[in-house]
């Protein structure tokens, strides 16, 4: 095979991953909405939700989030606004602290967080089942894996990244600050109400929707490969691979794209 | 005594697998409420029978036909099949996995199945606690909950595969009877494979053998002793 070859098979094998992926997020919606229109009264959908909604959001808020915010705070937002604050005007420094650290990094970070905690938990858990044969014990019972599993953990991961990016962008702006204040000058906590009056509802917009894909795709990622484990135990660390790789191309790729 | 209605009937069906040459035909008819036991040399074969039977493999040739009672839409509500190799979720708890399936169908309201659920592992009759996770539990209460798992579903016909698989002697015993209790109580027709031939001897109203060649159907206990004598299994 020349490079060529090389480059043309790895494009083709990329834009059919998508092309899957896509397909199972949309077959994945389809199905667990139209059970929920079915089954309005069942709770086991909601509370399989509310669960994924905990071990992703909840759980991680304190152990996770809390302490990389003052890390981020400390380590990063407070030298860029003492840094930025002699080299451009406040205009500056809240346009790098608003659009380029709130808007896109904290939420790339949140999905970093994400991928790793629980999108490789997801991953090993699935492809665990699928080996063990009990996916194919449940779908005998009727039972579609795609709604008890994939649907709970697309929606909750989704809820789950837009939460705790929130969270992570409020909370490491206000280590930021407050640590820009004490180490700098106190007239730095004036940047509080100039970001609160600087946000435009279209950059929320875009921020949601950021966050929606992102949840979307990690979750997606997890689930499709953890149940692609046929037949060999070697295959759950080889999918888990391949669903923390392709997690990360694609939060990059939304990254770029948004950035564009 | 209930008249026993006619639930499976298969004529000269061959199962329909590849990479192997099953030659047997099956002719039979699976009865309501009765113990069905598929016994022979070779385990594949029984087991792809049996697949055929549930409706999981079509027959390559012949037929099987199904009672207006056996829906094969929603199979799972009147057909049930247990794997020789199907586990409960690890994720779940004993109890979560039997009401599971029965949730998902909101097959009753949820204090229910509950209730139905309390009432159907009781009657597994031994102090064994339900509420830990597969992990814990010894072979016989994860069959036991496969079982129970299935019927909470209360299908007509239940499929095992190797029912005693992973089982000492005892517990062949014990579970054994809990299936022979099951098809008496809960009017269920179980339908396995690979069982010993003394439980089939003493419990089962039909027994199908297939050898290598041929399939014998046997509906009294005694043409099955004699076969057994006459052929020394």
Redesign the interface.
């Known amino acids: 095979m020349n490079l060529l070859e090389i480059l043309g098979h790895r494009s083709q094998q990329f834009i059919i991953n998508i092309i899957d992926l896509i397909f199972f997020i949309v077959t994945v919606l389809r199905r667990g909405f139209s059970y929920l229109r079915k089954n309005k009264d069942n709770s086991l959908i909601k509370n399989a939700v509310v669960r994924e909604i905990i071990f992703d959001g909840v759980d991680s808020l304190i152990s996770t989030i809390l302490i990389l915010s003052i890390v981020i705070g400390f380590s990063t937002i407070a030298q860029l606004i003492i840094f930025l604050q002699n080299i451009g005007t406040e205009t500056e420094v809240i346009n790098i602290l608003l659009r380029h650290v709130t808007l896109e990094l904290i939420p790339l970070l949140t999905a970093i967080v994400i991928i790793c905690r629980s999108g490789s938990a997801m991953a090993i858990q699935m492809g665990n089942m699928s080996i063990n044969q009990e996916i194919k014990s449940l779908e005998l019972l009727g039972v579609d894996v795609l709604v008890l599993f994939a649907f709970p953990s697309l929606v909750g991961k989704t809820i789950s990244q837009i939460s705790l990016s929130c969270y992570f962008s409020t909370l490491t702006i206000t280590f930021g600050i407050l640590f820009s204040a004490i180490f700098d000058s106190s007239s730095n906590l004036k940047y509080f109400s100039i970001l609160i009056d600087s946000i435009q509802p279209m950059e929320l917009f875009y921020f949601l929707i950021n966050n929606t894909l992102f949840g979307m795709i990690i979750s997606a990622n997890a689930s499709f490969h953890g149940l692609h484990v046929k037949h060999s135990v070697t295959e759950v660390p080889q999918r888990v691979q391949k669903a923390i790789m392709h997690s990360l191309f694609s939060v990059f790729a939304i990254s770029v794209l948004y950035i564009l | 005594m209930n008249k026993k209605e006619t639930l499976i009937q298969a004529t000269s069906a061959v199962p329909k697998i590849e990479a192997t040459s099953l030659t047997q035909s099956l002719s039979c008819e699976i009865s309501s409420a009765s113990l069905v036991c598929l016994l022979g040399p070779r385990i594949n074969a029984l087991n792809s029978h049996m697949e055929m039977l549930a409706g999981i493999i079509a027959p390559d040739s012949g037929s099987v036909n199904y009672s207006n009672n056996l829906s094969t839409d929603?199979n799972?509500?009147t057909i049930?099949?247990?794997?020789h190799?199907?586990?409960?979720?690890?994720?779940l708890t004993g109890i979560d996995n039997v009401k599971?399936?029965a949730?998902?169908?909101?097959f009753a309201p949820?204090n229910e199945i509950d209730r139905e659920a309390e009432i159907l592992l009781a009657e597994l009759n031994y102090g064994a606690d339900h509420k830990i996770l597969p992990a814990f539990m010894t072979a016989l209460q994860k069959k036991h909950l496969?079982v129970v798992?299935?019927i909470f579903?209360k299908p007509k016909i239940l499929f095992l595969e190797n029912p005693f698989n992973d089982l000492d002697k005892e517990q062949i015993q014990v579970f054994g009877n809990y299936l022979v209790q099951l098809v008496k109580r809960k009017n269920i027709t179980i339908v396995t494979s690979n069982v010993n031939s003394d439980f089939a001897q003493h419990h089962a109203d039909q027994v199908i053998y297939l050898s290598s060649t041929d399939t014998h159907v046997f509906e009294q206990k005694q043409d099955f002793c004699s076969f057994l004598q006459l052929t020394s299994i």
């Open positions: 929603n799972y509500s049930s099949y247990i794997y190799n199907s586990t409960l979720l690890s994720i599971a399936p949730l998902y169908h909101h949820v496969l798992r299935a579903l």
